[in-house]
């Protein structure tokens, strides 16, 4: 395969995202593979046979650096065809994103607790609020096939945070160079040592870091002086340590506490230390923690380290939930007062990190490329300027591809061409097809050809996007509906083709059918005809309520529905009384920054319009309003909003009647036409 790796920079010493990339590339190169690097400089030390491509990007103000960065490497890679993508940071489209260095939005939210100062902040601070937008824009489906993190920590906040298919975020644990990080490092312990001056018998505890604040030195220094005598800390890394030693100095544990700075052989100082200590504050994956492990070192490290994961795994030391709590911290370094019990815990720590290899990572990786290529060849392709291109992108859900795979539908011409299913609708713009299950879930395929209005197609460029297919919006609407908890389809797959910026588009939506459900429109006036029962009516306002919540939580997303009719809320019972509701047709679902009532009030009049006369009586709409508001009683300002909600409804009615007039006249025109051609 052809690969391009994607890193700002590359310095040795600067460990983190650019030892990975050192590892990583060499790793693909013995592989076999041709590996390029894009970065905008380097040094002479990566492998020779990568081959590396100078990146421009504006070095001030700090704004531009950011973002001029992602421009300059997409502008190249435009040019080029490459199978593989692989960015190690933010911007600019690619197959495969690695979060390696967290969210943003998780640290602002670790570092500002208070959502006051983050807006002083990020206000303060515009190179924030471009990593904040750059993170944003990088982290949509469109912008990248898949996400790797390195632990489910950081799995986990990327699905809370972001509308990002669960599905195409995979772990993908780091590696360590067990060559340079191993037990063999103990010869360096007394040369280490004698250097600092700290004795033999002395338990010596190992710092490693680049920001000593966000890793913890602080609470560090506090539990020292609440340890035992016999601890000595020992804090290597870039870094001021002047406010730290004026706090050891407070403490009366000054003579403990000692700064070795910024090493090249840090491995020498693993094999010095009895313990590694990180009370890390946000951390996706720190890689000092494996390092500590393959060389034979219990670690102490918080819930809030990725790696805290392998090392509570396997038991190779102690993780203590709260990063700032110096009690629990001071406690783990009682623990580790044994002798016995640190060889313990230092030799399960060996035993776990010898199966975390860079040759390993590398292999899932590959394993997940050589899948991203195979979903590229299935999406319809060009040829020009000697080079085959692909025209249009394609995602299928992993749960679904060996359905689709027997069916034929696991390409994106497979799909527009099919018709072995059950036509439910058809006509210019959209035809909907089910597909029989045979064993499986039956799907729902809904296919769209359009030239969207003038008006539809330039709104998006207005917004400083870019036009979006049907297909994609079904697709991001139903994984964004998920994340926020809404009941709704089950994405199956999506693809499109679109041309011209957007002017010509087909596109397609698959999803999986939701069984023993029915429209609710249908479903309230079978379900509750007068008269009712007690228990009837009970449950019709437990109903009632849901549709409240549902919609309440829609808006609250700043979600909201352009045709919220009742028969695009499906109902499942499944039990007497338990109702189960989902919204569907979510080509429809727009999200706005600010979601004003003239939005809200549209979707609610829609609802009432629909609502069978029947089956709900008024004293129900008001219990609607109320559950929808969550009040009690309506106050002033919440009668003003259902009076507005009542003038739509009657306007939304008057409409009707007006089409469903026009549309009788065309068909008697129609009618009498064929009767004078017949003559």
Request: proline residues 4%; charged residues 25%.
């Amino acid at each position: 395969m052809k690969i391009a790796l994607i890193v700002k920079q590359y310095r040795p010493a600067a460990g983190g995202v650019e030892t990975y990339f050192r590892h990583v590339s060499e790793a693909l190169l013995r592989a076999g593979h041709e590996v390029h690097g894009f970065l905008h400089r380097w040094d002479g030390s990566l492998h020779p046979k990568l081959q590396l491509h100078r990146v421009p990007m504006l070095h001030r103000p700090p704004l531009l650096k950011i973002l001029s960065f992602s421009l300059f490497c997409h502008r190249m890679l435009r040019d080029q065809d490459f199978d593989i993508v692989y960015a190690l940071t933010q911007g600019c489209p690619q197959d495969v994103h690695r979060l390696g260095g967290g969210l943003q939005r998780v640290w602002a939210k670790t570092r500002w607790t208070s959502p006051a100062v983050r807006a002083v902040m990020a206000a303060m601070r515009p190179s924030f609020l471009a990593l904040m937008w750059l993170e944003r824009r990088t982290l949509r489906p469109e912008q990248c096939r898949w996400v790797v993190t390195n632990s489910q920590l950081c799995r986990g906040q990327l699905l809370a945070a972001h509308p990002f298919p669960a599905d195409r975020v995979q772990v993908i644990y780091n590696g360590v160079d067990h060559g340079r990080f191993h037990p063999g490092t103990r010869q360096h312990r007394q040369r280490i040592r004698r250097a600092l001056g700290i004795p033999e018998d002395e338990i010596l505890l190992l710092h490693a870091s680049h920001n000593f604040s966000r890793k913890g030195v602080p609470v560090l220094v506090e539990a020292l002086a609440r340890a035992d005598r016999r601890f000595q800390l020992l804090v290597v890394g870039r870094g001021a340590s002047g406010r730290y030693e004026r706090l050891a100095r407070r403490l009366n544990v000054g003579d403990r506490l000692h700064f070795a700075g910024e090493v090249e052989d840090v491995e020498a100082y693993y094999g010095a230390a009895d313990a590694f200590v990180l009370p890390t504050q946000y951390d996706p994956f720190a890689n000092v923690c494996l390092e500590a492990m393959a060389c034979g070192l219990p670690v102490v490290t918080t819930a809030a380290n990725g790696a805290a994961e392998i090392v509570h795994a396997g038991q190779g030391g102690i993780v203590i939930q709260d990063p700032g709590n110096v009690s629990a911290l001071s406690r783990a370094l009682h623990e580790l007062r044994d002798a016995d019990r640190r060889t313990a815990m230092g030799q399960r720590a060996l035993e776990t990190s010898a199966g975390f290899t860079w040759e390993s990572h590398a292999g899932e990786l590959l394993r997940l490329f050589e899948k991203i290529v195979a979903e590229k060849r299935a999406l319809p392709q060009i040829a020009g300027d000697g080079r085959i291109r692909t025209v249009g992108r394609m995602e299928i859900s992993e749960a679904f591809r060996p359905q689709l795979h027997a069916l034929g539908l696991d390409r994106f011409e497979g799909v527009m061409d099919f018709l072995d299913g059950e036509r439910m609708k058809e006509n210019r713009y959209r035809s909907v097809f089910r597909i029989h299950g045979a064993g499986a879930p039956a799907l729902y395929l809904k296919r769209h050809k359009r030239r969207p209005a003038l008006r539809e197609f330039l709104a998006p460029f207005l917004r400083g996007a870019l036009p979006q297919s049907s297909g994609y919006r079904e697709w991001q609407n139903a994984h964004r509906l998920q994340a926020l908890g809404i009941p709704t389809l089950e994405p199956v797959a999506w693809g499109e083709r679109v041309r011209r910026l957007g002017i010509e588009q087909e596109s397609f939506f698959l999803s999986a059918e939701i069984e023993g459900a029915e429209r609710l429109e249908d479903f309230l006036p079978k379900r509750f005809r007068p008269p009712l029962t007690g228990t009837a009516i009970a449950e019709k306002r437990a109903l009632i309520r849901q549709v409240a919540s549902l919609v309440h939580s829609l808006h609250a997303a700043r979600l909201y529905h352009r045709d919220l009719y009742l028969g695009h809320i499906f109902v499942r019972e499944e039990g007497r009384g338990d109702f189960r509701l989902f919204l569907i047709d979510l080509q429809r679902v727009e999200q706005r920054r600010r979601l004003s009532w003239r939005w809200r009030i549209k979707d609610l009049a829609t609802l009432n319009f629909t609502a069978p006369a029947g089956a709900l009586t008024g004293s129900d709409r008001l219990r609607f309003f109320l559950a929808y508001l969550r009040r009690r009683r309506l106050g002033r300002g919440n009668r003003l909003i259902v009076r507005a909600v009542l003038r739509k409804t009657a306007r939304i009615r008057s409409h009707t009647a007006v089409l469903l007039r026009r549309r009788l006249e065309e068909s008697r025109q129609g009618l009498a036409a064929g009767h004078r051609g017949v003559r």
